[in-house]
Protein backbone atom coordinates (compact mmCIF):
# COMPACT_ATOMS: atom_id res chain seq x y z
CA UNK A 1 0.00 0.00 0.00
CA UNK A 2 1.35 3.09 -1.12
CA UNK A 3 2.28 5.84 1.51
CA UNK A 4 1.44 9.67 1.47
CA UNK A 5 2.71 12.76 2.54
CA UNK A 6 0.23 15.37 3.16
CA UNK A 7 1.10 19.11 2.69
CA UNK A 8 -1.29 21.97 3.64
CA UNK A 9 -1.44 25.19 1.67
CA UNK A 10 -0.13 23.27 -1.27
CA UNK A 11 -1.90 25.07 -4.26
CA UNK A 12 1.00 27.89 -4.87
CA UNK A 13 3.99 29.46 -2.77
CA UNK A 14 6.42 27.08 -0.55
CA UNK A 15 3.39 24.59 -0.39
CA UNK A 16 3.19 23.99 -4.01
CA UNK A 17 7.42 24.03 -4.33
CA UNK A 18 7.22 21.56 -1.38
CA UNK A 19 4.99 19.24 -3.29
CA UNK A 20 6.89 19.37 -6.12
CA UNK A 21 10.35 18.48 -4.58
CA UNK A 22 8.73 15.51 -2.94
CA UNK A 23 6.54 14.46 -6.18
CA UNK A 24 10.27 14.88 -8.18
CA UNK A 25 11.51 11.76 -5.22
CA UNK A 26 8.03 10.39 -6.13
CA UNK A 27 6.25 10.62 -3.36
CA UNK A 28 2.30 10.08 -3.29
CA UNK A 29 0.91 13.10 -2.05
CA UNK A 30 -2.53 14.28 -0.49
CA UNK A 31 -2.69 18.35 -1.01
CA UNK A 32 -4.94 20.61 1.22
CA UNK A 33 -5.70 23.74 0.69
CA UNK A 34 -9.20 25.83 -0.05
CA UNK A 35 -9.19 26.49 -3.83
CA UNK A 36 -10.39 23.39 -5.63
CA UNK A 37 -9.32 24.43 -9.24
CA UNK A 38 -5.91 25.76 -8.05
CA UNK A 39 -5.47 21.76 -6.15
CA UNK A 40 -7.16 20.49 -9.29
CA UNK A 41 -4.51 21.69 -11.82
CA UNK A 42 -1.89 21.30 -9.55
CA UNK A 43 -2.14 17.74 -9.28
CA UNK A 44 -3.25 17.07 -12.31
CA UNK A 45 0.50 19.11 -13.37
CA UNK A 46 2.25 16.91 -10.80
CA UNK A 47 1.20 13.99 -12.09
CA UNK A 48 2.17 14.35 -15.28
CA UNK A 49 5.02 15.16 -14.80
CA UNK A 50 6.48 12.74 -12.24
CA UNK A 51 4.34 9.87 -12.68
CA UNK A 52 2.88 10.06 -9.24
CA UNK A 53 -0.91 9.70 -7.61
CA UNK A 54 -1.73 13.11 -6.08
CA UNK A 55 -4.65 13.21 -4.71
CA UNK A 56 -6.21 16.56 -3.13
CA UNK A 57 -8.88 17.82 -0.33
CA UNK A 58 -10.61 21.05 -0.37
CA UNK A 59 -10.86 22.67 3.07
CA UNK A 60 -10.52 25.93 4.99
CA UNK A 61 -8.38 24.68 7.70
CA UNK A 62 -9.55 27.87 9.90
CA UNK A 63 -12.83 26.65 10.29
CA UNK A 64 -12.53 23.66 13.02
CA UNK A 65 -15.58 21.69 11.52
CA UNK A 66 -14.05 21.33 8.46
CA UNK A 67 -11.13 20.37 9.91
CA UNK A 68 -12.86 18.22 11.90
CA UNK A 69 -14.29 16.36 8.78
CA UNK A 70 -10.94 16.20 7.31
CA UNK A 71 -9.18 14.80 10.02
CA UNK A 72 -12.28 12.03 10.58
CA UNK A 73 -11.83 11.33 6.91
CA UNK A 74 -8.11 10.82 7.15
CA UNK A 75 -8.32 8.95 10.36
CA UNK A 76 -11.17 6.57 9.10
CA UNK A 77 -9.62 5.81 5.39
CA UNK A 78 -6.96 3.45 4.18
CA UNK A 79 -4.28 5.62 3.33
CA UNK A 80 -1.42 5.58 5.38
CA UNK A 81 0.37 8.84 5.88
CA UNK A 82 4.29 8.95 6.99
CA UNK A 83 4.85 12.54 5.99
CA UNK A 84 3.05 15.53 6.99
CA UNK A 85 4.18 19.15 6.07
CA UNK A 86 2.18 21.70 8.30
CA UNK A 87 2.44 24.59 5.69
CA UNK A 88 -0.40 26.78 5.19
CA UNK A 89 -0.22 29.83 7.27
CA UNK A 90 -1.46 33.66 6.77
CA UNK A 91 -0.40 36.87 7.72
CA UNK A 92 -1.66 39.88 9.12
CA UNK A 93 -0.22 43.51 9.57
CA UNK A 94 -1.02 46.64 10.88
CA UNK A 95 -1.98 47.55 14.03
CA UNK A 96 -3.48 44.53 16.33
CA UNK A 97 -6.53 47.00 17.91
CA UNK A 98 -7.90 48.58 14.45
CA UNK A 99 -8.21 44.53 13.05
CA UNK A 100 -11.28 42.90 13.53
CA UNK A 101 -11.65 39.55 15.66
CA UNK A 102 -12.65 37.56 13.20
CA UNK A 103 -8.77 38.16 11.58
CA UNK A 104 -7.10 37.94 14.40
CA UNK A 105 -8.97 34.42 15.42
CA UNK A 106 -9.06 32.94 11.38
CA UNK A 107 -4.95 33.51 11.80
CA UNK A 108 -5.18 31.54 15.02
CA UNK A 109 -7.28 28.93 14.18
CA UNK A 110 -4.99 28.49 11.04
CA UNK A 111 -1.65 28.88 11.99
CA UNK A 112 -1.86 27.71 15.44
CA UNK A 113 -4.67 25.59 16.31
CA UNK A 114 -5.15 23.66 13.01
CA UNK A 115 -1.33 22.67 12.92
CA UNK A 116 -1.38 21.57 16.36
CA UNK A 117 -4.89 19.15 15.58
CA UNK A 118 -3.01 17.48 12.95
CA UNK A 119 -0.11 16.81 14.51
CA UNK A 120 -1.67 15.38 17.37
CA UNK A 121 -4.16 13.10 14.73
CA UNK A 122 -1.54 12.05 12.59
CA UNK A 123 1.42 11.98 15.13
CA UNK A 124 -1.11 9.49 16.50
CA UNK A 125 -1.53 7.50 13.22
CA UNK A 126 2.04 7.49 12.52
CA UNK A 127 2.67 5.89 15.93
CA UNK A 128 0.38 3.15 15.10
CA UNK A 129 2.29 3.07 11.54
CA UNK A 130 5.76 2.29 12.96
CA UNK A 131 7.13 6.22 12.40
CA UNK A 132 6.72 8.63 10.49
CA UNK A 133 8.08 12.50 9.52
CA UNK A 134 6.26 16.00 10.84
CA UNK A 135 7.53 19.27 9.12
CA UNK A 136 6.16 22.14 10.30
CA UNK A 137 6.54 25.33 8.39
CA UNK A 138 7.20 28.32 11.17
CA UNK A 139 9.49 31.32 10.27
CA UNK A 140 12.54 33.49 10.97
CA UNK A 141 9.49 35.82 12.51
CA UNK A 142 9.38 33.14 14.95
CA UNK A 143 12.90 33.57 16.50
CA UNK A 144 11.41 37.13 18.29
CA UNK A 145 8.45 39.67 18.69
CA UNK A 146 7.09 41.26 15.36
CA UNK A 147 4.99 44.51 16.47
CA UNK A 148 2.71 45.69 13.96
CA UNK A 149 2.66 41.85 13.13
CA UNK A 150 2.08 40.60 16.32
CA UNK A 151 0.08 37.76 16.08
CA UNK A 152 1.59 36.82 12.97
CA UNK A 153 5.25 36.56 14.59
CA UNK A 154 3.61 34.92 18.05
CA UNK A 155 1.85 32.38 16.08
CA UNK A 156 5.58 31.94 14.22
CA UNK A 157 6.94 31.27 17.68
CA UNK A 158 4.43 28.74 18.82
CA UNK A 159 4.88 26.85 15.68
CA UNK A 160 9.03 26.62 16.62
CA UNK A 161 8.41 25.71 20.16
CA UNK A 162 6.01 23.31 19.73
CA UNK A 163 7.74 21.66 16.99
CA UNK A 164 10.78 21.31 19.41
CA UNK A 165 9.24 19.76 22.42
CA UNK A 166 7.22 17.34 20.19
CA UNK A 167 10.45 16.42 18.43
CA UNK A 168 11.76 15.28 21.92
CA UNK A 169 8.43 13.50 22.80
CA UNK A 170 8.26 11.81 19.65
CA UNK A 171 11.83 10.87 19.56
CA UNK A 172 11.25 7.49 21.02
CA UNK A 173 7.92 6.30 18.46
CA UNK A 174 10.47 6.72 15.43
CA UNK A 175 8.49 9.72 14.77
CA UNK A 176 10.65 13.05 13.52
CA UNK A 177 9.49 16.71 14.29
CA UNK A 178 11.73 19.27 12.06
CA UNK A 179 11.03 22.96 11.52
CA UNK A 180 10.98 25.15 8.35
CA UNK A 181 11.89 28.71 9.22
CA UNK A 182 12.29 30.39 6.10
CA UNK A 183 12.60 34.06 5.93
CA UNK A 184 11.12 35.91 3.09
CA UNK A 185 10.26 34.44 0.58
CA UNK A 186 8.82 35.41 -2.94
CA UNK A 187 4.91 34.38 -2.75
CA UNK A 188 1.63 35.32 -2.30
CA UNK A 189 1.68 35.86 1.31
CA UNK A 190 2.79 39.40 1.29
CA UNK A 191 -0.33 40.70 -0.83
CA UNK A 192 -2.46 38.80 1.69
CA UNK A 193 -0.87 40.35 4.96
CA UNK A 194 -1.06 43.68 3.09
CA UNK A 195 2.30 44.17 3.16
CA UNK A 196 4.48 46.45 0.22
CA UNK A 197 7.08 43.59 -0.74
CA UNK A 198 8.78 46.50 -2.57
CA UNK A 199 9.41 48.46 0.40
CA UNK A 200 11.30 45.54 1.70
CA UNK A 201 14.63 45.97 2.50
CA UNK A 202 16.61 43.18 0.40
CA UNK A 203 13.43 42.64 -1.45
CA UNK A 204 15.60 42.11 -4.24
CA UNK A 205 17.70 39.12 -2.39
CA UNK A 206 14.43 36.85 -1.51
CA UNK A 207 14.63 33.31 -2.26
CA UNK A 208 12.27 31.69 -4.20
CA UNK A 209 9.69 29.31 -3.17
CA UNK A 210 11.66 26.28 -4.92
CA UNK A 211 15.27 27.47 -3.48
CA UNK A 212 13.39 27.67 0.13
CA UNK A 213 11.78 23.97 -0.71
CA UNK A 214 14.80 22.18 -2.39
CA UNK A 215 16.92 23.46 0.73
CA UNK A 216 14.21 21.93 3.18
CA UNK A 217 13.67 18.68 1.54
CA UNK A 218 17.11 18.07 1.79
CA UNK A 219 17.43 19.04 5.27
CA UNK A 220 14.72 16.79 6.14
CA UNK A 221 16.50 13.53 5.04
CA UNK A 222 18.95 14.63 7.56
CA UNK A 223 16.60 15.21 10.16
CA UNK A 224 17.85 18.22 10.96
CA UNK A 225 15.79 19.94 13.50
CA UNK A 226 15.47 23.72 12.64
CA UNK A 227 15.64 24.09 8.92
CA UNK A 228 17.29 27.48 7.74
CA UNK A 229 17.38 28.06 4.56
CA UNK A 230 19.61 31.49 3.31
CA UNK A 231 23.32 32.15 5.15
CA UNK A 232 21.50 35.49 5.51
CA UNK A 233 18.74 34.22 7.49
CA UNK A 234 21.00 31.98 9.66
CA UNK A 235 22.66 35.29 10.85
CA UNK A 236 19.60 36.77 11.71
CA UNK A 237 18.25 34.34 13.59
CA UNK A 238 21.19 34.41 15.90
CA UNK A 239 20.07 38.13 16.44
CA UNK A 240 18.15 37.32 19.33
CA UNK A 241 21.11 35.71 20.99
CA UNK A 242 23.10 38.98 20.99
CA UNK A 243 20.94 42.00 20.63
CA UNK A 244 18.86 42.98 23.68
CA UNK A 245 15.39 42.01 23.23
CA UNK A 246 14.23 45.66 23.52
CA UNK A 247 16.14 46.88 21.05
CA UNK A 248 14.96 44.14 18.70
CA UNK A 249 11.69 44.29 18.75
CA UNK A 250 11.84 48.18 18.31
CA UNK A 251 13.84 47.33 15.34
CA UNK A 252 11.40 44.87 13.55
CA UNK A 253 8.97 46.87 15.00
CA UNK A 254 10.15 50.09 12.97
CA UNK A 255 10.83 47.83 9.83
CA UNK A 256 7.27 45.74 10.00
CA UNK A 257 5.40 49.72 10.08
CA UNK A 258 7.57 50.81 7.25
CA UNK A 259 6.24 48.02 4.99
CA UNK A 260 2.24 47.51 5.85
CA UNK A 261 0.74 48.93 3.03
CA UNK A 262 -2.21 51.77 3.22
N1 LIG B 1 6.60 33.95 2.09
C1 LIG B 1 7.40 34.18 3.11
O1 LIG B 1 8.20 35.14 3.09
C2 LIG B 1 7.38 33.28 4.31
C3 LIG B 1 8.43 33.41 5.23
C4 LIG B 1 8.42 32.61 6.34
C5 LIG B 1 7.43 31.69 6.55
N2 LIG B 1 6.42 31.58 5.65
C6 LIG B 1 5.36 30.61 5.93
O2 LIG B 1 5.29 29.70 4.85
C7 LIG B 1 3.97 29.16 4.77
C8 LIG B 1 3.48 29.28 3.33
O3 LIG B 1 3.47 30.65 2.98
P1 LIG B 1 3.57 31.18 1.47
O4 LIG B 1 4.46 32.34 1.49
O5 LIG B 1 3.80 30.07 0.55
O6 LIG B 1 2.06 31.74 1.33
P2 LIG B 1 1.04 31.72 0.12
O7 LIG B 1 1.72 31.80 -1.18
O8 LIG B 1 0.00 32.77 0.47
O9 LIG B 1 0.36 30.26 0.22
C9 LIG B 1 -0.48 29.94 1.31
C10 LIG B 1 -1.12 28.59 1.06
O10 LIG B 1 -1.96 28.28 2.17
C11 LIG B 1 -3.30 28.02 1.72
N3 LIG B 1 -4.24 28.50 2.71
C12 LIG B 1 -4.41 29.78 3.16
N4 LIG B 1 -5.40 29.83 4.04
C13 LIG B 1 -5.87 28.55 4.18
C14 LIG B 1 -6.92 27.97 4.94
N5 LIG B 1 -7.69 28.71 5.75
N6 LIG B 1 -7.12 26.65 4.84
C15 LIG B 1 -6.36 25.89 4.00
N7 LIG B 1 -5.35 26.38 3.26
C16 LIG B 1 -5.13 27.70 3.34
C17 LIG B 1 -3.39 28.78 0.39
O11 LIG B 1 -4.34 28.21 -0.51
P3 LIG B 1 -5.90 28.68 -0.55
O12 LIG B 1 -5.90 30.17 -0.59
O13 LIG B 1 -6.43 28.02 -1.76
O14 LIG B 1 -6.52 28.13 0.68
C18 LIG B 1 -1.99 28.56 -0.18
O15 LIG B 1 -1.90 27.28 -0.78
C19 LIG B 1 3.12 29.97 5.76
O16 LIG B 1 2.98 29.21 6.94
C20 LIG B 1 3.97 31.20 6.03
O17 LIG B 1 3.74 31.73 7.31
C21 LIG B 1 6.37 32.35 4.53
Not at 169 to 194: H, I, K, M, N, W
Given at each position: ???????????????????????????????V???????????????????????F????L????????????????E???????????????????????????????????????????????M?????????N????A????????S?Y??????????????????????????????????????????I??Q?M?????M????????????????????????W??????????????????R????????????
Open positions: MPRYALITGASRGIGLALAEALARRGRSLILARQRDALDSVACELTQRFGVEVLRVCDSNPLQLTGLLLELEQGRQIDLLVNNAGIGLSGSFLAHEWADEQQLLELNVLAMTRLCHSLGNSVALGGGKILVASLGFQAGPWMSFASKAYVLHLSEGLREEFRDYGVTVSTLCPGPTRSALYRQAGAERRDSKRLSAEEVALYAVRALDKNRAIIIPGRTRLLSLLPRVLPRALLRRVGRMNKAVIQR
